[in-house]
């Protein structure tokens, strides 16, 4: 069983620049489930994507255009949205902001 640190320091924990405005933290994991703090640049946009993980996410802050499916919804600070396995999503960042994911199972392309 894969498994992180007991604890992910702010300070300690390095952005990974994922390019066009996006950056990431992974921060608690094991093979059922993992914590992701994804940083946006207005007008920054998460492509459109499926992927096998269910996904919850919360926004911490910032102002974003979330779609899922053929759901699109203006999301802001206090929000969140689920995405259920294989369904296509992807946000376009309208203020920047900073959405906080879980998926489950963890991501295991994020930690190549």
Known sequence: MIQSNLFQIEEE???EDLGNGVTRKVYGYDDRIMLVKARFEAGAVGVLHEHHHTQ??????GVFE???GDNVRII???DGYYVPPHEIHGCTCIEP???IDVFSPHRE???K
């Open 13 to 15: 924990t390095t952005w």
């Open 56 to 61: 919850v996410t919360y926004v911490d802050s």
């Open 66 to 68: 979330m779609t899922i």
């Open 76 to 78: 802001r600070k206090g």
């Open 97 to 99: 902001g900073i959405l």
């Open 109 to 111: 392309d994020f930690l």
